[in-house]
C-alpha cells in the first residue's frame, strides 16, 4: 500500500498525474463533489445561521466508502481539487466526510498537471483556506435560497417547470432587454459618397467623403457640384503607427475567441479545455488573471526567438482589470510553449492552436504600420474626399495571431498607390448610397459573457453554466431570423451624368444570435416588476463582490446571508400572496365579425390568440402563433389570420390533405399523418403540389430499405446525422456508408455491430422489471428502467447489487407526483 494519498476530482486528472508521481504514491479521483446540498428541498436551515444541510448522495456513498479505507491506510493525505473556490469546498467536504486527521492531510494546488508544478505543490503544502470555502457556500446557498424561493412563485403566477436563479434571470433580462431596444428601434436613413479615382498610371482607388447628407434631394445637389470637376491631392500625410497584440487568454477572452474563430459554444470551449487541462496541456482553464509566471515568459521568449528570430520577442507583463480577479494567479496557457499543435482530436487540437498562438503573440513584438490619409479636393466645392490606407512596415505579433472582433460592418484599410501632393486624379464615378443606422445587435454567447464581465456579473465559472440553463429552460432560443427585404436608392454620377437606381437589400437576418422566447419574456417582466432588486445588474455585481470579499476575509458570509435574506423573504412572500397571474397578454382589437375581443398570450402549450374571454358564454377560440411570431411583435392581421388556418388544399390517394400550425410549428395532415413544413414553407401560401411532394417524401423516408430477422429497417436523419431504425433501436450511419444507397450487406453490418455492442454494454438485467445496469462513460455503470437513468461510479461492485438496491436507487431518482383530491360538491 502507497504511504501517500492523492485525491482530485476527476479520473481524467489522476490518470495524467500518476504518471509523475513514484510507487509511493497512489491516485484517486472523488468524481467532483462528493457532498451537496439535497435536490428535492431547500437544504439551509434559515433559522440558524443559514447553516447548510450537505448530505452524500447514494451515487457517492460507495466512493466515499472506498476513500475513507484508502485514506485510513495512507501515512498523508494529499488533497489536490482545483485552486479555485469550488476546488476548495471539494478539498474541505472531503476532509470533513472521511474524517481526515489534520496532522496527516495536506492541501496542495497547482494550475497546470505538469510534473514540475506537482513537485512545487508537494514541496509547498497549505491548509485549507476556510476563506474561500466561505466565499463558495455563500454562493450555493444565496443561489439556492433565490431559486428555492423563487421558482415556486413563477409555477403559481405563470406555469409549472419554470425556475429563476440569480445569475440566469439578470442574464435573460439582458437578452430581453435588447430585443426591446431592436423591436422599437426606428431606422433613420442618409446617402453615404464614395468616389473612385484613377491616377495618371492608372492605379484605382476610393474616397469617401467625411460628412452624409439627410436626404435624396441634397445628396443630388452634391453630385451635381461634382459634374465637369477637376480633381487633385489636396493632403497627403504618412504617419508611423504600432499595433499591439492582446493580452493571454482568461475564460472570458478563451470563449469568446472560441466563439468568433472556430464557433464553438461556451459549453464547448469549456469542455475541450477542460480535456486539455487534465491532459497536461494547458494552464487551469477557470481564470480572470491576464499574468504569465516569470517561467512562462522566459519559455516563451526561447520559442519565439528560436521560431521566429530575436527582433520578434518581447516580454511583457499584463495587468488584470477584471475586480475579482483572485480565483487563479496565471493566464491560460500551453504549459509546454515549444509545443506548437497536439495530435488530438479535432476541437482539442484547434483549442489548443487558438491558446498556443494567443500566449505566445502576447509575448512578441508590436507590429510596425505606415498609415497614409489622403485628401483630395474638387475645383466645384469646398467639400474633400478622404482616403485611408496603410502599409505593414514589420509584422511582429501579426505573423502568429490577431485578436477577432464582434462587429460585423468593420471595414479594413487597404493599400494605396503611390501618390504625390498636387496631383490630379480622374474621377470614374461617384455614388451617393442610401444607408440606414443599425439596431443594436443581438448577443452572441461570446459577446453576452462579455457584456457580464463588464458589469461584473457571475465569475469564470459561472458563465457557461448559466448560457446553457437560459438556453435548456427555453428562455432564450439561437435565433433564426430569416430577416426582411428592403428598398434603398443609389444615385450615380458618371461621364457626367446623374442615373438613379432602386436597389434592395436584406435586413434583420440574425442566425444563432441569443433571441427571447415569449415565456423567457413573460418570466423576465415578471421578476423585473416583482423583484426589481434581485433583477438589478449593480445588485447582482455588488453580490460578487461581496463573495470576493469573504474569499479575502474581509466579509462573514452569514451576516451577508443574513443582510439579503431579511428583504427578500418578506417581499417573496408579499408576491406570493397580492401578486396577479401573468400571461403577457396584449389585446390586440376585436373581432370583426363577432365583436369579441381579440388577445394574444401564453397558453398551457404555448403562446396562441384567443378570441373571446373565459367570462363569456360562448366558449374562446384559439389559434396557435407559428414559430417566428410573438406575443410581443404580432400584429391583429397576423393574429386574424391564424384563423383562416386549417387551410384544406385537396385530396392525395383519396385522403384529404391540410395545412395548419400546432405546438410544435405548422404541417400536412394527410389522413392520419402528420409532416412538418420546412422553415421555407409559408403555411398561408403552400399548394397542394408542395404538399404531396412532402408527404411523398416522408413516405420514402417512412419506406423499409431491407428486412432483418424478419423486421423491416427504415432510415432517416435525426438531429445526430442519418441513421437506421430496426427493432425500435436506431443505429447511427458513419461516414464511411453511402447512405443514399445502403445495401442489405451495409444494414446487416450495422445492425450486427450494434447488438455486439449492446451485449458487451449490458452487465446485469431484471426482464421481468425491465431493469438493466449497462456500461457508461469514464468507466461508470448505469441503471436504467424505461427513461430513468441512475448514474453510478466506476468503483461500483455491479455483480454485489441486489434488486432491492437497484429499486431504492430508481425510487429515489424518480420524481414524486403529487396526489390531487378530488373536491366534493356541495
Do not use: C
Not at 421558482?151 to 426591446?180: F, M, N, Y
Not at 447628407?213 to 443630388?220: M, P
Not at 447582482?540 to 423573504?569: L, R
Not at 401578486?579 to 398551457?604: C, F, H, K, N
Amino acid at each position: 500500500m502507497a504511504k501517500n494519498l492523492v485525491i482530485v476530482e476527476s479520473p481524467a486528472k489522476a490518470k495524467t498525474i500518476e504518471k509523475f508521481l513514484g510507487k509511493d504514491y497512489q491516485v484517486a479521483s472523488s468524481f467532483g463533489h462528493i457532498a451537496d446540498l439535497p435536490s428535492k428541498e431547500l437544504g439551509v436551515d434559515v433559522d440558524k445561521g443559514f447553516k447548510p444541510k450537505y448530505i452524500v448522495s447514494k451515487d457517492k456513498k460507495a466512493i466515499v466508502k472506498k476513500l475513507k479505507e484508502l485514506a485510513g491506510k495512507a501515512e498523508t493525505v494529499w488533497l489536490a481539487s482545483d485552486e479555485d473556490r469550488e476546488g476548495e469546498a471539494i478539498a474541505w467536504h472531503l476532509a470533513e466526510e472521511l474524517k481526515l486527521d489534520r496532522d496527516k492531510t495536506r492541501r496542495i494546488v497547482f494550475n497546470a498537471i505538469t510534473k514540475s508544478a506537482i513537485t512545487r505543490a508537494i514541496e509547498n503544502p497549505r491548509s485549507i483556506d476556510y476563506n474561500l470555502v466561505n466565499a463558495q457556500q455563500a454562493r450555493r446557498v444565496l443561489d439556492r435560497l433565490v431559486g428555492y424561493e423563487l421558482s415556486p412563485i413563477l409555477w403559481k403566477k405563470i406555469k409549472t417547470g419554470l425556475s429563476a436563479g440569480r445569475v440566469q434571470s439578470v442574464s435573460v433580462r439582458l437578452i430581453v432587454e435588447r430585443e426591446r431596444e431592436i423591436q422599437d428601434f426606428t431606422p433613420q436613413a442618409s446617402y453615404k459618397i464614395v468616389a473612385e479615382f484613377k491616377t495618371s498610371e492608372g492605379k484605382v482607388f476610393k474616397a469617401k467623403l467625411s460628412k452624409s447628407f439627410k436626404n435624396i434631394e441634397e445628396a443630388r445637389s452634391f453630385l451635381k457640384k461634382n459634374t465637369g470637376a477637376t480633381f487633385k491631392i489636396a493632403g497627403l500625410e504618412t504617419k508611423p503607427a504600432r499595433k499591439s497584440p492582446a493580452p493571454p487568454f482568461t475564460t472570458s477572452t478563451l470563449q469568446q475567441e472560441a466563439s468568433r474563430k472556430l464557433y464553438f459554444s461556451v459549453s464547448r470551449t469549456m469542455g475541450v479545455a477542460q480535456r486539455l487541462y487534465e491532459a497536461g496541456l494547458i494552464t487551469y482553464m477557470r481564470t480572470d488573471s491576464v499574468n504569465l509566471s516569470k517561467e512562462a515568459i522566459e519559455a516563451a521568449k526561447q520559442e519565439i526567438q528560436n521560431a521566429y528570430g530575436e527582433k520578434y520577442s518581447h516580454p511583457r507583463n499584463y495587468a488584470s482589470k477584471s475586480k475579482g480577479a483572485q480565483e487563479a494567479h496565471e493566464a491560460i496557457r500551453p504549459t509546454d510553449m515549444s509545443r506548437h499543435s497536439v495530435s488530438l482530436e479535432r476541437d482539442q487540437a484547434r483549442l489548443y492552436e487558438l491558446i498556443w498562438k494567443r500566449a505566445i503573440a502576447s509575448q512578441m513584438s508590436d507590429a510596425q504600420l505606415e498609415r497614409t490619409n489622403v485628401k483630395i479636393s474638387a475645383s466645384t466645392h469646398q467639400e474633400q474626399f478622404v482616403a485611408n490606407g496603410e502599409v505593414l512596415k514589420f509584422d511582429g505579433f501579426l505573423k502568429v495571431y490577431l485578436e477577432g472582433t464582434d462587429e460585423e460592418d468593420e471595414e479594413q484599410e487597404g493599400m494605396l498607390p503611390a501618390l504625390q501632393k498636387g496631383e490630379e486624379v480622374y474621377n470614374r464615378y461617384i455614388t451617393a448610397t442610401e444607408r440606414f443606422t443599425r439596431p443594436p445587435y443581438r448577443y452572441t454567447e461570446a459577446s453576452l459573457v462579455k457584456k457580464l464581465e463588464e458589469l461584473g456579473i457571475g465569475r469564470p465559472s459561472t458563465y457557461a453554466p448559466t448560457i446553457s440553463t437560459i438556453l435548456n429552460r427555453g428562455y432564450v432560443e439561437k435565433g433564426t431570423i430569416e430577416g426582411n427585404e428592403r428598398k434603398y436608392t443609389q444615385l450615380t454620377l458618371e461621364n457626367h451624368e446623374i442615373k438613379e437606381d432602386l436597389l434592395t437589400e436584406m435586413v434583420g437576418a440574425d442566425k444563432g444570435k441569443l433571441v427571447p422566447t415569449d415565456i423567457g419574456m413573460i418570466v423576465n417582466d415578471f421578476l423585473v416588476n416583482h423583484f426589481s432588486t434581485i433583477l438589478d445588474y449593480n445588485f447582482t455585481a455588488k453580490v460578487e463582490q461581496d463573495f470576493d470579499d469573504i474569499a479575502s476575509g474581509e466579509e462573514d458570509w452569514t451576516q451577508m446571508m443574513k443582510d439579503f435574506y431579511k428583504d427578500f423573504h418578506p417581499q417573496v412572500k408579499d408576491v406570493e400572496e397580492n401578486a396577479e397571474r401573468e400571461t403577457g397578454e396584449r389585446i390586440l382589437g376585436s373581432d370583426p365579425e363577432s365583436g369579441r375581443q381579440v388577445s394574444v398570450r401564453l397558453g398551457r402549450f404555448g403562446s396562441m390568440v384567443q378570441i373571446g374571454t373565459a367570462d363569456e358564454e360562448e366558449k374562446p377560440r384559439f389559434a396557435s402563433l407559428l414559430p417566428d411570431q410573438s406575443i410581443d411583435t404580432i400584429t391583429f392581421e397576423e393574429a386574424m389570420d391564424l384563423f383562416k388556418l386549417p387551410r384544406k388544399l385537396g385530396s392525395y390517394k383519396d385522403q384529404d390533405v391540410e395545412v395548419n400550425v400546432g405546438r410544435f410549428g405548422p404541417y400536412v395532415r394527410f389522413g392520419k399523418s402528420f409532416v412538418s413544413l420546412d422553415k421555407a414553407d409559408d403555411v398561408f401560401e403552400v399548394t397542394l403540389e408542395r404538399a404531396v411532394e412532402l408527404i411523398k417524401q416522408k413516405e420514402k423516408a417512412d419506406a423499409p430499405i431491407a428486412t432483418y430477422k424478419g423486421m423491416e429497417v427504415s432510415k432517416g436523419k435525426g438531429r445526430f446525422g442519418p441513421f437506421i431504425k430496426w427493432n425500435n433501436m436506431f443505429i447511427n450511419v458513419n461516414k464511411k456508408y453511402d447512405f443514399d444507397n445502403l445495401t442489405q450487406a451495409d444494414v446487416e453490418v450495422l445492425i450486427e455491430d450494434k447488438l455486439k455492442k449492446e451485449a458487451e454494454k449490458l452487465l446485469r438485467e431484471w426482464p421481468e422489471e425491465s431493469i438493466r445496469i449497462e456500461k457508461a462513460r469514464w468507466g461508470r455503470f448505469t441503471i436504467i428502467k424505461g427513461r430513468t437513468k441512475v448514474e453510478l461510479s466506476k468503483d461500483t461492485d455491479v455483480a454485489a447489487l441486489t434488486l432491492e438496491e437497484v429499486k431504492a436507487l430508481l425510487e429515489e431518482k424518480t420524481p414524486k407526483r403529487k396526489k390531487t383530491t378530488k373536491s366534493k360538491k356541495k
